[in-house]
C-alpha cells in the first residue's frame, strides 16, 4: 500500500486500528460455530495468500508450486505430534524452517529461469513434492491421509475450537501483514521491487537479482509452511490433496483476484474466495467454473484485482476535492506480476 | 540384467514418450510462435479422448473415424479459444496470458466434470486387445498404432513447417512477428492454424492414448504437465528439442518404475528434468528466439 504519503497522517492509523478492531469482534457477530469456522478459514487463506503475494506481487515471478510448501509445512507438524508426541506448539516453528528448507533448495533450482519458465518448473516441482506425499506411505500414510492430528496448544490454552483458533491465525495475518508492510519501505523491500520492475537495471546498481529472489521466496515459502501446520492443526486431518492443483489454483485466484502487491487485497481476496465458496456449495463443479470466469475476467479487465476499485475510487474522489491524486508515474509499490 | 525385461521396458517407454512428444510439440510451437504458455493445453488432450468416447458410443462409429473427427473439432474449439482470448491479449503481459489460460484450463476441466460426469469412461478401440510381438518385445497394437500414428503425425507436421507456405509463415512470426507482419503475412491467420495445428495434435494424442487407459476429466492435469515438462526440458520452442525430451522421459520414467519403483515413476521422472535443468537451464535445445 502506498502509506500515508498524501495528506492521511492521522487518518490511516485510524482506519487500520478500526479494521483490526472490526476483524477482533468478528467471531462475536458470527454468532455460530460455522461462521465461525468460515472466519479461520478466511484468515488461514488470507495467511497464505499474502505468503504467496510475496512471491506474485512483490518479486513479480508467478510460482505454481505454493501448495506443495503448504503441505510440507502441514505434515511436517503432523507427523512430529502424531508419531513423535512433538507438541504441536513445537511443531509450528519446525514446520516453518522445513518448509524454508524446501523453498531454498527449490528456489536455488528453479530462480535461475524467470517468468514462464519458473511458473513451469514450480509447478514440476511442487508435483513431486505431492507424487513423494501420495506414494511414501510409511511416512505420511499416502492417500489416506493423516488422521487424529492433536490440536495446536500454547500451555493450557488450547486451539482446539473455532474461536481461539480464529484469533491465533488473525494475530499470525497481522504480524504478517506488518512484516511486508515494514518490508516494502526497507531497503530489502526496495530491492524486491527494483527487482520486479528491472532486474538487469537492478542488477546494474549492485542488487544480487539471484539473492533476492531467493530470501523473497524463502521467507514466502517459511510463511506458507507455518499455515500449513495450523491448518492440520486446526482441521486434524490431512490428505495429499492439500499440496494439489486445485489448492494452488486457489491460492493464485485469492491473490489476483485481491490485488496482487498490495497488503489489503490478498486478505480480502481471501473472504472473497471463501465466501463464494461456500454460498456456491449447492452449485457442485460449476463452483470452479464460477472462479476460473472471476480469473480470467479478473486478469484481463481488472488487472489491479478488486482492491484497485477502492484505489481508482479514492483518485477520482481526490481530484474532485482538487488534492493531488496519486501520482501514476512514479514507482509504486502495487501492481507486481504484470 | 534380464535382456527381455529390459527391451519391454524400453518399448513401453518409447510408446508413453511418443504420446508426450504429441502433447509438447503442440505446447512448444504456440509457445514459439505464438509466445504464449499455454496452460489449457492440457484440457485439449483431455476433450480429445472424450469426443472420440462420445462420438464413438453415440454414433457407432468406428474408432479411427471417431479419433479423426475429435481431433478437427477439437481443433475447431482451439481456434475458438484463440479467437476469444488469446488473439485479444496478444499485446499483454505474458502473466496475463498464462494466467488466462489457467483460467481456461479450469474452465474447460469443470465444465467437463459437469458435462461428461466425473466417472472413468473407457474408450473402445478394435486394436486394445490384440497384441503383436516383435521379437522378445510384447506391445499390444493400440500401443503400436500409438507410436506409428505419432510418428505419421509427427513427420507430417515437420514437412508442413519446413517445405509449406504456411509454415514458413509460422516460423517466419517466430523469428519476429512485426518483421512479418510487414512482409505481408496475415498474422491472425498464423495464430489461427498455429492453435488448430497445436490443438489438433493434443487431441490426437489424447484419442490414440484413451483406450490405453481409464478417462476422467481431470486428465489434462496430467497432460499439460507431462506437456510442460517435456518442452521446459527440451527447451521451449524446440520441436526437436520436444522429441528427444518427450521420448527420454517415456524411457526413463519406464525404467525407473520396472527396476526402482511403481510408485515413484513419475517423482523420478521430474528429478531428471531438475538434473537437466541445473546443467543447462534454458533446457537441451534451446538457442536464440525462433521456431527449431
Not at chain 1, 48 to 73: D, P, Q, R
Not at chain 1, 234 to 256: E, F, K, S
Not at chain 1, 292 to 317: D, E, M, Y
Not at chain 2, 180 to 192: E, F, K, M, P, S
Request: aromatic share 10%.
Amino acid at each position: 500500500m502506498n502509506t500515508n504519503s498524501h495528506g492521511h497522517s492521522l487518518g490511516q492509523p485510524l482506519a487500520i486500528a478500526g479494521g483490526i478492531a472490526a476483524l477482533a469482534v468478528l467471531p462475536f457477530l458470527a454468532g455460530n460455530a460455522y461462521l465461525e469456522h468460515l472466519l479461520v478459514l478466511w484468515m488461514l487463506y488470507a495467511l497464505l495468500a499474502l505468503s504467496l503475494n510475496i512471491v506474485i506481487g512483490y518479486l513479480g515471478e508467478l510460482t505454481f508450486g505454493h501448495a506443495a510448501f503448504v503441505g510440507v509445512g502441514a505434515y511436517t507438524s503432523a507427523i512430529l505430534s502424531t508419531q513423535l508426541g512433538l507438541p504441536p506448539l513445537l511443531g509450528l516453528p519446525l514446520a516453518g524452517l522445513v518448509a524454508a528448507g524446501f523453498g531454498l533448495v527449490i528456489g536455488y533450482a528453479a530462480l535461475r529461469v524467470v517468468g514462464p519458465q519458473f511458473a513451469i518448473l514450480t509447478l514440476g516441482f511442487g508435483a513431486i513434492l505431492f507424487t513423494i506425499t501420495n506414494h511414501w506411505v510409511d511416512l505420511t500414510r499416502g492417500p489416506m491421509g493423516i488422521t487424529d492430528i492433536p490440536p495446536m496448544a500454547i500451555g493450557p490454552l488450547a486451539f482446539d475450537s473455532a474461536r481461539p483458533t480464529y484469533y491465533l491465525v488473525l494475530a499470525l495475518v497481522l504480524a504478517t501483514a506488518y512484516l511486508c508492510h515494514a518490508l516494502v519501505g526497507s531497503r530489502t523491500g526496495r530491492a524486491f521491487l527494483a527487482v520486479r520492475e528491472n532486474a538487469p537495471l537492478a542488477a546494474s546498481l549492485g542488487i544480487n537479482v539471484f539473492h533476492t529472489k531467493l530470501m523473497g521466496f524463502v521467507a514466502a515459502t517459511a510463511i506458507a509452511g507455518i499455515g500449513g501446520a495450523i491448518y492440520a492443526h486446526y482441521i486434524r486431518v490431512i490428505t495429499p490433496d492439500i499440496m494439489g492443483v486445485h489448492n494452488v489454483a486457489a491460492l493464485i485466484i485469492v491473490v489476483i483476484i485481491g490485488g496482487r502487491g498490495t497488503i489489503l487485497g490478498p486478505i480480502l481476496g481471501a473472504l472473497v474466495y471463501i465466501g463464494l465458496l461456500e454460498s456456491l456449495r449447492v452449485a457442485g463443479p460449476l463452483r470452479m467454473v464460477i472462479f476460473a470466469a472471476l480469473l480470467t475476467g479478473t486478469v484481463v479487465f481488472l488487472p489491479g484485482g478488486l482492491i484497485s476499485l477502492w484505489q481508482r475510487w479514492r483518485n477520482a474522489h481526490k481530484s474532485e476535492n482538487n488534492l493531488p491524486a496519486t501520482p501514476t508515474g512514479l514507482p509504486s509499490t502495487e501492481g507486481g506480476a504484470k | 540384467m534380464d535382456f527381455t525385461v529390459f527391451a519391454q521396458q524400453i518399448a513401453n517407454g518409447l510408446v508413453n514418450g511418443m504420446a508426450y512428444v504429441l502433447i509438447a510439440t503442440g505446447l512448444t510451437l504456440v509457445f514459439g510462435v505464438l509466445r504464449i504458455v499455454n496452460f489449457a493445453h492440457g484440457e485439449f488432450y483431455m476433450l480429445g479422448a472424450y469426443i472420440t468416447y462420445f462420438v464413438g458410443t453415440l454414433f457407432g462409429l468406428d474408432y479411427i473415424a471417431a479419433a479423426a473427427i475429435s481431433a478437427v473439432v477439437v481443433a475447431g474449439l482451439g481456434v475458438a479459444a484463440n479467437k476469444l482470448i488469446f488473439w485479444p491479449l496478444r499485446r499483454d503481459h505474458e502473466f496475463t496470458i498464462l494466467l488466462s489460460s489457467l483460467g481456461l484450463a479450469l474452465l474447460i476441466a469443470n465444465g467437463g466434470e459437469l458435462l461428461f460426469g466425473a466417472d472413468p469412461k473407457y474408450v473402445e478401440s478394435p486394436f486394445a486387445d490384440e497384441v503383436l510381438e516383435i521379437g522378445t518385445v510384447t506391445l499390444t497394437q493400440q500401443r503400436v498404432l500409438v507410436f506409428a500414428a505419432a510418428v505419421v503425425a509427427l513427420i507430417a507436421v515437420y514437412l508442413f513447417i519446413r517445405y509449406s507456405r504456411f509454415g514458413k509463415m509460422m516460423r517466419a512470426t517466430a523469428q519476429n512477428p512485426d518483421g512479418a507482419a510487414l512482409t505481408g503475412i496475415n498474422i491472425g491467420l498464423v495464430h489461427t492454424y498455429t492453435f488448430a495445428l497445436a490443438c489438433g495434435l493434443a487431441a490426437l494424442s489424447g484419442a490414440l492414448v484413451g483406450p490405453t487407459v481409464m478417462i476422467f476429466p481431470t486428465i489434462g492435469n496430467w497432460a499439460v504437465l507431462k506437456g510442460f515438462i517435456v518442452v521446459i526440458m527440451g527447451g521451449l520452442g524446440s520441436v526437436t528439442g520436444a522429441l528427444f525430451a518427450g521420448l527420454l522421459l517415456g524411457v526413463i520414467e519406464s525404467l525407473g518404475g520396472g527396476y526402482i519403483s511403481l510408485g515413484f515413476m513419475e517423482a523420478i521422472g521430474y528429478a531428471m528434468i531438475i538434473a537437466v535443468l541445473l546443467w543447462r537451464p534454458n533446457g537441451l535445445f534451446s538457442t536464440a528466439r525462433g521456431l527449431r
